[in-house]
């Protein structure tokens, strides 16, 4: 069964809405020790999978390559509501064009990338490495 979120119900209509809006979530992956690496990321949703770039040689990569089973999650509300957690696969994604060439990622974190002092053409040069998060369950409340 292919992953989709149901916006048909008031939890995963919201859920769609924040990770389309959403600057920062965590990916989170596993350590050869076993242990989580929870790491803040900026993404791109596309509906079913998000679009992340990393710096090279991070360790986020290596756990990927080793284990590719990870969570990505955003943020609760203040109180500790609006869970939104998605477990599935990530992997490195060579087949993916430079962040400075994804129009909608450009737009969305234009200011952040300003605000580091770099062009979209020098974060492209900086976070290099693509990393695609396919979602294969949605939970949270």
Do not use: C
Not at 19 to 48: D, H, I, K, M
Not at 68 to 74: D, K, M, N, R
Request: hydrophobic share 40%; charged share 20%.
């Amino acid at each position: 069964m292919a992953f989709a979120i149901d916006t048909g119900t008031p939890f995963g209509a919201r859920a769609a809405a924040r990770l389309a809006q959403e600057t920062v979530a965590w990916l989170v992956t596993v350590s050869p020790q076993g242990r989580p690496q929870p790491n803040p990321v900026w993404f791109l949703w596309q509906g079913t999978s998000a679009l992340i770039y990393s710096q090279s040689d991070r360790p986020k990569l290596r756990n990927i390559a080793a284990n590719p089973q990870v969570a990505l999650h955003l943020d609760t509300r203040d109180g500790g509501d609006d869970v939104v957690i998605l477990s599935g696969v990530a992997r490195i994604a060579p087949e993916q064009p430079p962040a400075d060439r994804v129009a909608e990622y450009v737009h969305k974190y234009r200011r952040g990338i300003a605000g580091l002092d770099m062009t979209p053409e020098s974060f492209a040069a900086e976070y290099s490495v693509p990393v695609v998060f396919d979602a294969r369950r949605l939970r949270g409340y």
